[in-house]
């Protein structure tokens, strides 16, 4: 079921009783970073507990709910798995605050020089009107629990797991106005397919709580949130977030620059039947990876393909992972032809391709230059419906496709019982397409745009 019936019922469940100052929530203190890490962690074991009875997925990124839906829960928040390596299960304690933020690194040290500040020529206004509609929109109280400082480490503070707890704006509290504004916000940030990934996203994860039985606030169309930093403008820097289960933009904007990352998308299931529509979720970034390795000679293969085998969870750079070490693994396009390398490129496309399609080709000429340190890697089998993880990683992107093992749905016949759940998956399982993890980040400073803001205030300011 979706919120739209009863959206107006709903009280705002995030004016907190915070204080701002000039529109804007103070950078989040100490002590609130510390008792919200504790709770998420509090809910986060609740989850693992509760994984048997099954309404919550992921171990790869990000996933929430608000702090009135997350008391709703009865069982705790039964948001999946144990975190696996860089996947995660959310900040954690290592969550790296935004003044200690050094971004994806190959081996530590920052490669200098990557990006600067200079006009794209592609303009920023209909993305910034559409910010200020929203806001606009809203509640005064509304607004004070969604509104930070523009290098707030809430930036940071994002999470796949639906049992996280999430500050903002929540879709599913807003009435039908309010959230029309919110998505014509995603639909001036993104491209068509872009928007059609996150809604299918949202829907899919509405048909999973209705799947494992339904009554779960965080496993619905709604449970999504929308936080500012900083005041859109088309001059001073700012950006929004939009995260839930299974989805989270990071969007910032300098200018007529935008930065789009990190972006995680992901779905558990990839296709299904939802209010009679038939969704599925990842085809072209399941197929681009298999042409580009099917492109390759035996020879290149060989050093593409990991010895590895696939793990239920392989992802890396999910949440909490803002500072991740991780060397370059597989092999540099610096030798391969021009349609290896055109296949590579298109591969990279799709993933930057969910930003609208202007500020796309602005990031794809930046990828082309580092086209020669652009490595590609691969774990698992390379059949049209086998499971496997892929990574592209170059200086200045880096995409992770993760095919996991189920937590939520398909595996009806675990130990879960016969009440519809799915079984325990997480790094253990057995990994297939119907539960999918996605992210592409910035390396070397890039995320957040914090590389371009720090820029910003050494030169005006």
């Not at 989850?47 to 309404?55: I, K």
């Not at 209909?126 to 929109?137: H, R, S």
């Not at 879709?171 to 504004?181: C, H, I």
């Not at 209705?210 to 606030?217: A, F, I, L, R, V």
Request: contains cysteine.
């Amino acid at each position: 079921m979706t919120e739209n019936a009863h959206a107006h019922a709903h009280p705002d469940p995030h004016d907190h009783g915070h204080t701002h100052t000039h529109g804007h929530r103070p950078r989040t203190s100490e002590a609130q970073r510390t008792r919200r890490w504790f709770m998420n962690k509090a809910l986060l074991a609740g989850g693992v507990a509760a994984v048997a009875t099954m309404t919550g997925c992921s171990s790869g990124s990000s996933g929430t709910a608000s702090s009135s839906s997350s008391s709703a829960a009865p069982s705790g928040m039964p948001s999946g798995g144990p975190g696996g390596g860089g996947g995660g299960m959310g900040p954690g304690a290592s969550a790296v605050k935004y003044a200690d933020f050094v971004g994806v690194t190959a081996d530590g040290k920052v490669v200098d020089d990557l990006y600067s500040i200079h006009s794209t020529d592609v303009s920023t206004d209909k993305v910034v009107q559409k910010a200020q509609a929203f806001l606009d929109g809203l509640t005064s109280a509304e607004k004070k629990a969604s509104v930070f400082d523009v290098e707030d480490d809430e930036w940071l503070a994002w999470s796949n797991v639906d049992g996280y707890e999430r500050e903002g704006a929540r879709m599913g509290d807003l009435t039908e106005k309010q959230r029309e504004l919110g998505y014509a916000l995603l639909g001036a940030a993104l491209s068509a397919d872009g928007l059609t990934r996150s809604r299918n996203i949202m829907k899919l994860n509405a048909f999973l709580g209705e799947y494992n039985g339904g009554g779960k606030d965080t496993l619905t169309e709604g449970a999504y949130f929308f936080t500012f930093m900083g005041t859109p403008s088309t001059s001073e820097p700012w950006g929004f977030q939009y995260e839930g289960h299974h989805l989270a933009i990071n969007y910032f904007v300098l200018g007529d620059q935008v930065v789009m990352t990190p972006t995680f998308m992901g779905s558990e299931p990839t296709s299904a039947t939802y209010n009679g529509e038939k969704i599925t979720t990842f085809t072209k970034e399941t197929k681009a990876g298999l042409t580009v390795l099917r492109s390759l000679t035996d020879a290149q293969r060989k050093k593409v393909i990991s010895s590895e085998s696939k793990a239920g969870d392989n992802l890396k750079a999910g949440a909490g992972q803002d500072n991740l070490q991780l060397a370059h693994q597989g092999l540099a396009a610096a030798d391969w032809t021009d349609a290896q390398r055109d296949k590579l490129l298109a591969l990279v496309r799709v993933y930057v391709g969910n930003m609208a399609d202007a500020h796309a080709d602005v990031k794809m000429k930046e990828v082309e230059e580092h086209l020669d340190d652009t490595y590609f890697y691969w774990i698992g089998e390379t059949d049209d419906d086998s499971a496997f993880y892929y990574r592209v990683h170059s200086p200045v992107v880096l995409i992770e496709y993760d095919a996991q093992s189920p937590l939520a749905y398909g595996n009806k016949d675990s130990s879960s019982g016969d009440n519809g759940g799915g079984g325990m998956g997480g790094p253990g399982g057995t990994p297939t397409q119907q539960h999918i993890h996605t992210i592409i980040r910035t390396p070397n400073g890039g995320d957040y745009g914090i590389d371009l803001l720090k820029l910003h205030l050494e030169n005006d300011h």
